[in-house]
């Protein structure tokens, strides 16, 4: 809380006081008070009595007014010195302890607490609880000594208000000497609720039993409570007490995880210490992390704590859990840096005391440290130097990272240096001896006492000369190298410290090595990790652009300051495992002025690997311009191949390197070279898309034809390729280039070649064919034949129309040389290769430049819109009609058919239509004489039938067989056909062809399913039809339909009262005609419901007897047949024709009115 917010508090805290206090001076008057009406009440005065005039009150004011006073005074009390006039009554009206009834007087020392009880609660009854709580506490502590418990009461109330967390202590131990156990339970709420804030002062003057007895009530931990309160004397006290569970509770951990041994120690309670060591506390006791007391001690820097535990007897080499750090480790870590000279002298002499006691030095930690290593590592040049001191110190045991104590030492050495000296000048500093370091460092003594300055690594082979070097300490490599290490050491990749120095760019330290005798020509054996190639040398390794002056060192000092033996001259012809010379290594780095230098010193610049490439090759393969420029302008061999046989031109290309293709080039290179797959050198570059190095050939005379081996051997040129590739780009390239642009592909030198050497196609046809427009226009520009004809005599333009690609259309037919009356095999014109694939733009366009070609027919004598109307393509026959194509032209064969015949039989509606509309004469008439109605009539087309009669055709014509219309729609069974004709026009239904017939007789004879439903139709239309005439050969309507077997239509007419029984000029009616079962001929009878007409005749129907004066005529009354007497004799009521009386029957009508028809 801020200092504002806790004086808030304190004040507020004071005014609560405050009001504490009034309540309880309060509660005391009250209780004054009650204990007057209570006597007054137990009085005997009268009740009217006023009550300051009661006996009780009056005997009150009365012992009050006698303080001091001599009336009625029979005790004397000499307090001090001071007489003091009591009485006995009152004083034995307070308390039973008082026996002065023989006594004349009494002496008390004390005068001013006594005279206040006297007169405040002995006399007047009257306390302030504003007193200070001295002074409460002493009047508390007589009215316990006279047994005033009313009074001791009051003073503990007065007390309370108080208590607070400093004096509680205070107060309880006085509670507890008085035994006023409120006071004592109020101190101890407040003890209990603050413990943790308690300090030991707060203790210092609680008597040893009480404050055991408190701690005890307070905690689970008494011993670590008296230790952490510094009570000696409480420690005792629990000694006694625990003596039989020792020295268990003295290892005990308190909630804390703190052990009694370790509080005592870090509170420096040296004779609380040695009391719990000697009661057989546990010196190497852990907590729960597995630290022990000196690991604890030594963390925090405790010297006396470390020293105690080492004197006694503590284990110096144990461990930690997890870090398995020993109390030397630990030690070790302390670093000046981090702590002041005080600690950093106390952590020496507790490693001194270590080591004196048998710490061992050599332990690793869970890091594989050793304390050496700790101490080199937090700069403890103190314990550093104790610890070189120790005999069975181990100078090579490593971390797990595999470092020494000296590598570790290396990290800090420093040494000044330029690296831009050159050391082999006269006058540059040269590392000589180590006087450049300082011999005091922790390396340097290291090294004196016996470390090893090369300590290889077991898994690399690496020495710490090679670590450094590799790790870009210069300084730290220089010393070793100047303190005795080897610095031939080859590591397990055979590399050397020369090596490394090498790849890290460390002049200095090249020049060091090489002066200690290096050897400059030692190869690795094997690649490292990192790298891909081995077998290098150091001189290679130098081949970086950032380490060139490590290179420089190398080939200055060799070639010009050779002045002992140790140094060895570099052999810049060795090559490593990827066959690379120093050479190579100082072009692929970009160090051309190295490389300028060794090609004067006698470097070859036409070397070749294992693999057959030159060092121009490689470079080209790098697409390394700059380097095989280099190697040109140095007379690098341009024509010597690779192992697959590609040139330096093929690699330049492949690698896209424009300008190195121009200089092979102009050096005079082999430009019609194949590849592997017979391709030159301009279709690679055109292949790659490189139109920069493609021009660049084509400028130093490459052949742009260049006529090669096509699909199945046939000979092709490179156009040819090209468009069939759909490579626009590089067609259009080789057209400008001024390539042949009309020569088809040919058979090869033996005829070899399928289709393709044949096909007759030029570069027009095939661009054409692939929809290659910028082709197209780029070869009509630079002369393209447009009128040349491939094998199967089409033209460019046949072809485009074919593929669709109108585009290309517009562009030959707008060229001014194009024929449009070109036929290929099968005759076709462009126009009717247009129409063909409906592609009226194109044939729009034809038109445009040759009118007359929509009229030209093809070889079954069609033209244009026959076709289209026999396709049903409204899109082309509207065309047609857009062009004024003659909508009456007939068609040059036999049937000499219109468009409007072939748009009636191709069943197209909006053809027909669109005919009329066009001027098509609708009453044409085919070879057979039948206008387009009969041939609608003939199929399902009513609304062409209604189109047509809209139209005004003749609908009574009739063809060669006098059938009209309604005959044919009859004969085929269009019901819609029917209806249409006879609603829709005044045709006649009665009308007879050349064999007699009319439409309901052909209804008879060719009936099909639905000819009950046309037969309905006709009566609809026309009740009163004549069912009953017959055609040329005497056939009515209901003998043709019963000869069918059509039943449905049978039973149409019998319903409509035809006459059944009559007979034909063959005379068969359906009584006699031969069917297989007579069961329709009965249910037709059977289903009479009235008496039909009667027929008439000479002869009977039955016996065919011929009537006169002996035979006279009947007739059935049931079928209505004429019948002679014997053929009629039966007779029979007929109820359904409401006959009641029996009359004549045939004997087939018997039969059925007796068994029924479907019984007969």
């Given amino acids: 809380l801020g200092t504002e917010e806790v004086a808030k508090l304190q004040k507020h805290l004071a005014l609560l006081r405050q009001e504490y206090v009034k309540m309880q001076q309060k509660l005391a008057d009250t209780e004054r008070r009650c204990a007057v009406l209570a006597a007054q009440a137990s009085g005997q005065g009268s009740a009217g009595a006023r009550a300051g005039d009661t006996f009780i009150s009056?005997?009150?004011?009365?012992?009050?007014?006698?303080?001091?006073?001599?009336?009625?005074?029979?005790?004397?009390?000499?307090?001090?010195?001071?007489?003091?006039?009591?009485?006995?009554?009152?004083?034995?009206?307070?308390?039973?302890?008082?026996?002065?009834?023989?006594?004349?007087?009494?002496?008390?020392?004390?005068?001013?607490?006594?005279?206040?009880?006297?007169?405040?609660?002995?006399?007047?009854?009257?306390?302030?609880?504003?007193?200070?709580?001295?002074?409460?506490?002493?009047?508390?502590?007589?009215?316990?000594?006279?047994?005033?418990?009313?009074?001791?009461?009051?003073?503990?109330?007065?007390?309370?208000?108080?208590?607070?967390?400093?004096?509680?202590?205070?107060?309880?131990?006085?509670?507890?000497?008085?035994?006023?156990?409120?006071?004592?339970?109020?101190?101890?709420?407040?003890?209990?609720?603050?413990?943790?804030?308690?300090?030991?002062?707060?203790?210092?003057?609680?008597?040893?039993?009480?404050?055991?007895?408190?701690?005890?009530?307070?905690?689970?931990?008494?011993?670590?409570?008296?230790?952490?309160?510094?009570?000696?004397?409480?420690?005792?006290?629990?000694?006694?007490?625990?003596?039989?569970?020792?020295?268990?509770?003295?290892?005990?951990?308190?909630?804390?995880?703190?052990?009694?041994?370790?509080?005592?120690?870090?509170?420096?309670?040296?004779?609380?210490?040695?009391?719990?060591?000697n009661n057989k506390a546990d010196v190497d006791m852990v907590d729960q992390s597995g630290w022990s007391l000196l690991h604890k001690a030594i963390q925090r820097g405790d010297e006396f704590a470390s020293t105690f535990l080492v004197r006694h007897s503590a284990q110096v080499n144990a461990a930690t859990v997890g870090a398995v750090e020993t109390p030397l480790h630990l030690v070790c870590s302390f670093s000046p840096k981090k702590h002041s000279g005080e600690v950093m002298g106390g952590v020496a002499r507790i490693a001194e005391a270590l080591l004196k006691t048998g710490a061992n030095p050599n332990m690793q930690n869970s890091k594989g440290r050793t304390p050496l290593h700790e101490a080199v590592l937090s700069g403890n040049e103190a314990v550093f130097n104790q610890l070189l001191l120790c005999k069975q110190l181990d100078l090579e045991l490593k971390d797990h990272e595999g470092s020494t104590p000296l590598w570790l030492a290396l990290q800090y050495i420093t040494v000044t240096s330029d690296p831009n000296v050159n050391p082999f000048e006269d006058d540059a500093p040269v590392v000589e001896n180590g006087t450049s370091f300082d011999e005091n460092s922790f390396a340097a003594q290291l090294i004196k006492r016996g470390s090893n300055p090369d300590a290889p690594d077991i898994a690399s082979g690496n020495c710490l000369l090679q670590r450094a070097a590799g790790a870009n300490n210069e300084a730290a490599a220089l010393f070793l190298a100047t303190h005795g290490a080897k610095v031939n050491h080859v590591n397990k990749w055979g590399e050397t410290p020369l090596h490394t120095a090498c790849r890290s760019g460390l002049a200095g330290l090249t020049a060091e090595l090489l002066q200690q005798g290096a050897n400059p020509n030692l190869q690795t054996q094997k690649a490292l990790p990192s790298a891909s190639v081995d077998r290098r040398t150091s001189v290679k390794l130098d081949l970086f652009p950032t380490h060139q002056s490590s290179f420089l060192v190398l080939f200055s000092a060799n070639a010009l300051h050779a002045t002992n033996n140790l140094q060895i001259i570099p052999d810049f012809s060795l090559k490593d495992s990827m066959d690379q010379t120093v050479l190579g290594l100082a072009l692929w780095t970009g160090m051309h002025n190295i490389a300028a230098q060794l090609l004067g010193s006698g470097a070859s610049i036409n070397d070749t690997m294992s693999n057959g490439q030159t060092l121009l090759h490689m470079a080209i393969q790098r697409q390394d311009s700059k380097s095989a420029l280099f190697l040109l302008e140095h007379q690098a061999d341009i024509n010597v191949r690779t192992q697959e046989g590609e040139t330096a031109l093929q690699l330049a290309i492949s690698n896209q390197l424009p300008l190195v293709v121009d200089a092979i080039c102009t050096r005079g290179a082999d430009m019609s070279v194949v590849d592997e797959r017979g391709h030159p050198p301009l279709w690679l570059a055109l292949e790659n898309g490189l139109e920069d190095i493609a021009s660049t050939l084509v400028r130093h005379g490459c052949d742009a034809t260049s006529w090669s081996s096509g699909p199945s051997g046939c000979q092709q040129t490179l156009l040819h390729r090209a468009v069939d590739e759909n490579n626009e780009v590089t067609a259009c390239f080789l057209i400008r280039s001024g390539c042949d642009v009309n020569s088809p592909r040919r058979p090869g030198p033996n005829g070899e070649g399928d289709e393709e050497a044949r096909d007759g196609q030029s570069p027009l046809h095939l661009a054409a064919s692939w929809g290659l427009e910028e082709v197209v226009q780029c070869l009509l520009e630079f002369g393209a034949n447009v009128n040349t004809q491939d094998a199967e005599g089409r033209a460019p333009i046949h072809v485009a129309i074919s593929n669709q690609h109108n585009v290309i259309i517009q562009l030959l037919i707008s060229h001014p040389d194009i024929r449009l009356n070109v036929r290929d095999r099968q005759g076709m014109t462009p126009f009717a290769c247009a129409m063909t694939h409906k592609n009226n733009k194109a044939a729009e366009a034809i038109l445009k430049r040759e009118p007359g070609a929509a009229e030209q027919v093809d070889n079954k004598g069609r033209n244009f819109l026959h076709v289209a109307v026999q396709n049903s393509d409204i899109e082309s026959v509207l065309f047609l009609i857009s062009v004024q194509a003659n909508v009456n032209s007939r068609v040059q064969d036999s049937a000499k058919q219109t468009p409007l015949h072939l748009a009636v039989q191709a069943g197209s509606e909006i053809i027909v239509r669109n005919l009329l509309l066009a001027g098509a004469k609708v009453n044409e008439l085919t070879k057979h004489r039948q206008t387009?109605?009969?041939?609608?009539?003939?199929?399902?087309?009513?609304?062409?039938?209604?189109?047509?009669?809209?139209?005004?055709?003749?609908?009574?014509?009739?063809?060669?067989?006098?059938?009209?219309?309604?005959?044919?729609?009859?004969?085929?069974?269009?019901?819609?056909?029917?209806?249409?004709?006879?609603?829709?026009?005044?045709?006649?239904?009665?009308?007879?062809?050349?064999?007699?017939?009319?439409?309901?007789?052909?209804?008879?004879?060719?009936?099909?399913?639905?000819?009950?439903?046309?037969?309905?139709?006709?009566?609809?239309?026309?009740?009163?039809?004549?069912?009953?005439?017959?055609?040329?050969?005497?056939?009515?309507?209901?003998?043709?339909?019963?000869?069918?077997?059509?039943?449905?239509?049978?039973?149409?007419?019998?319903?409509?009262?035809?006459?059944?029984?009559?007979?034909?000029?063959?005379?068969?009616?359906?009584?006699?005609?031969?069917?297989?079962?007579?069961?329709?001929?009965?249910?037709?009878?059977?289903?009479?419901?009235?008496?039909?007409?009667?027929?008439?005749?000479?002869?009977?129907?039955?016996?065919?007897?011929?009537?006169?004066?002996?035979?006279?005529?009947?007739?059935?009354?049931?079928?209505?047949?004429?019948?002679?007497?014997?053929?009629?004799?039966?007779?029979?009521?007929?109820?359904?024709?409401?006959?009641?009386?029996?009359?004549?029957?045939?004997?087939?009508?018997?039969?059925?009115?007796?068994?029924?028809?479907?019984?007969?």
């Fill in 932 to 1160: 387009a109605l009969h041939l609608a009539a003939q199929q399902d087309l009513a609304t062409i039938c209604s189109v047509l009669l809209e139209n005004g055709v003749d609908f009574s014509a009739v063809d060669e067989n006098g059938n009209n219309a309604l005959h044919l729609a009859v004969m085929q069974g269009r019901l819609n056909n029917v209806r249409a004709l006879l609603t829709e026009s005044n045709i006649d239904a009665e009308a007879f062809n050349l064999r007699g017939q009319s439409p309901m007789h052909v209804l008879g004879q060719y009936g099909k399913e639905n000819a009950a439903a046309i037969f309905e139709l006709f009566l609809e239309c026309m009740p009163e039809y004549p069912l009953d005439k017959p055609d040329n050969e005497g056939n009515t309507v209901l003998l043709l339909a019963y000869m069918k077997g059509n039943a449905n239509l049978c039973r149409a007419i019998v319903r409509s009262g035809a006459r059944m029984g009559l007979n034909n000029h063959q005379g068969i009616n359906i009584f006699n005609y031969q069917v297989a079962t007579k069961q329709l001929l009965f249910r037709l009878l059977d289903m009479l419901s009235k008496e039909p007409p009667w027929c008439d005749g000479s002869n009977c129907y039955e016996c065919a007897a011929k009537f006169g004066v002996t035979t006279r005529k009947h007739h059935c009354r049931h079928c209505g047949r004429l019948l002679c007497h014997k053929c009629s004799i039966k007779e029979i009521p007929i109820i359904k024709f409401d006959l009641n009386r029996p009359v004549r029957v045939c004997d087939i009508c018997f039969d059925v009115l007796t068994l029924g028809g479907v019984s007969c």
């Fill in 58 to 277: 009056r005997l009150l004011d009365i012992v009050a007014e006698l303080y001091l006073q001599e009336q009625y005074s029979d005790l004397k009390l000499i307090v001090g010195g001071q007489t003091i006039n009591a009485h006995k009554f009152v004083l034995a009206a307070r308390s039973d302890a008082w026996s002065l009834a023989s006594l004349p007087e009494m002496k008390y020392e004390s005068t001013v607490y006594f005279t206040r009880l006297h007169q405040r609660q002995l006399t007047e009854n009257n306390l302030e609880l504003s007193e200070d709580d001295a002074f409460l506490i002493e009047l508390m502590k007589l009215a316990n000594r006279f047994q005033l418990q009313l009074l001791r009461e009051r003073c503990e109330k007065g007390v309370m208000s108080s208590v607070n967390v400093r004096n509680c202590i205070r107060f309880y131990q006085t509670a507890e000497e008085l035994n006023a156990t409120t006071l004592m339970n109020y101190c101890g709420e407040i003890i209990a609720s603050h413990w943790d804030d308690l300090r030991k002062e707060d203790f210092s003057t609680m008597n040893a039993p009480l404050l055991y007895k408190m701690i005890k009530s307070k905690t689970e931990f008494p011993l670590h409570k008296a230790i952490k309160v510094e009570r000696e004397d409480v420690v005792f006290l629990f000694l006694i007490e625990m003596d039989s569970q020792l020295p268990g509770k003295l290892n005990e951990l308190d909630n804390s995880g703190d052990l009694a041994l370790d509080l005592a120690l870090s509170r420096k309670l040296e004779s609380i210490a040695t009391t719990l060591v």
